[in-house]
């Protein structure tokens, strides 16, 4: 389609089905999309200095610039929730530019299973005497924290069940999972919320992915908050066709 676009010499009508283009290769020709719309845009610009009058909308160089910012923003967005560390690195590697890319990269330090539980664990052994819920052997106890081992990843608690006065060692996965999030704390709200949204996206907790990174205001807030509503509704989409199928 494109081909014949210029075919007919309507180049700014190919410049646009190239920059708009979303099908299934969108991020894999994100590229060579940008180099054909950069030499489209040098063949308008020349005709134009030769004096032809066709009428070519102009597109300059830096909207073709800021639609490939915009592009790769997405893809960073992407990569975050495929949560993969090779495509992230490359991205933000991309938007090197970007005058909140030391912000950026502050969080994407922050997509680090080791340290958010780490971090889990300070919290939790800093609750002082605060009562936990635990889920053992199928059991709730009430439970409170006496000392954690962050080599291990263990928590040493104190119970009662049945009467009985117990002393246990325990993993994170006994605590119930909004504990273990609302214990994810750093310097400020937009570093907690962050990490938050990524430590749900670690568990697959989409929802509850998506109550941590509304308060979120910092950069790409409204890219992941689109992104995180999309895949809960292709979720509960999903989850409507296979009860009709049923």
């Known amino acids: 389609e494109a081909n014949t676009l210029m075919f007919q010499k309507q180049y700014s009508a190919a410049i646009d089905l190239y920059k708009n283009y979303d ?83 502050t969080l994407i330090e922050k997509i680090d299973s080791a340290e958010l539980e780490n971090n889990i664990l300070n919290n939790i052994a800093l ?14 106890l009430s439970a409170s924290v006496l000392s954690c081992d962050l080599d291990e990843g263990t928590i040493q608690v104190l119970s009662t069940f049945k009467g009985k006065t117990l002393k246990q060692s325990v993993a994170l996965s006994n605590f119930d999972f909004n504990d273990l999030v609302q214990h994810i704390k750093f310097p400020n709200d937009d570093l907690n919320s962050f990490a938050r949204f990524t430590y749900c996206l670690m568990k697959k907790k989409q929802l509850e992915a998506s109550k941590q990174i509304a308060p979120y205001n910092g950069p790409l807030a409204s890219l992941l908050k689109e992104k995180i509503n999309q895949e809960i509704n292709s979720l509960v989409e999903a989850k409507s066709t296979a009860i009709l199928k049923a």
């Open 23 to 105: 099908g299934t290769l969108a991020k894999e020709s994100l590229e060579a999309r940008t180099s054909l719309m950069t030499d489209l845009q040098v063949i308008i610009q020349d005709k134009m200095a030769d004096g032809n009058d066709e009428n070519h909308e102009a597109i300059s160089i830096e909207d073709l610039k800021e639609h490939e910012l915009d592009d790769n923003k997405n893809l960073l967005v992407d990569a975050i929730f495929r949560l993969n560390s090779i495509l992230i690195d490359d991205q933000v590697q991309k938007l090197s530019n970007l005058p909140d890319i030391n912000e950026i990269k």
């Open 127 to 140: 609750s002082n005497n605060q009562k936990f819920n635990l889920k053992i052997n199928n059991n709730i």
